[in-house]
């Protein structure tokens, strides 16, 4: 159970990432209405939800690294352990 709920974390963290950078894009970038003006909010709309998936395609690859990062750093580990560990049939 312990390496499932691992993997899960592991496997959330790009989601969790996108999540989180579509959030901070639209928290800074707020309406286009407010930016452009009335007249050009129309245009503004589909300009600005191609530059907030570009946001959560950044923080989708950036959770995506770090995820990978952090597993193979996590397996390298278990496996140094487990070859520390003496067999059975050997003596300490």
Do not use: D, N
């Amino acid at each position: 159970m312990k390496i499932f709920l691992r993997h899960l974390a592991l496997c959330s963290l790009p989601v969790l990432f996108a999540a989180g950078a579509g959030y901070g894009f639209t928290f800074i970038q707020g309406s286009c209405g407010a930016m452009v003006g009335a007249l050009f909010a129309g245009k503004c709309a589909g300009r600005q939800r191609e530059y907030q998936a570009r946001f959560q395609l950044g923080g989708a690859a950036a959770g995506t690294v770090i995820a990978a990062t952090l597993g193979s750093w996590l397996e390298h580990r278990r496996r140094r352990a487990v070859q520390r560990t003496p067999s059975e049939g050997e003596p300490s």
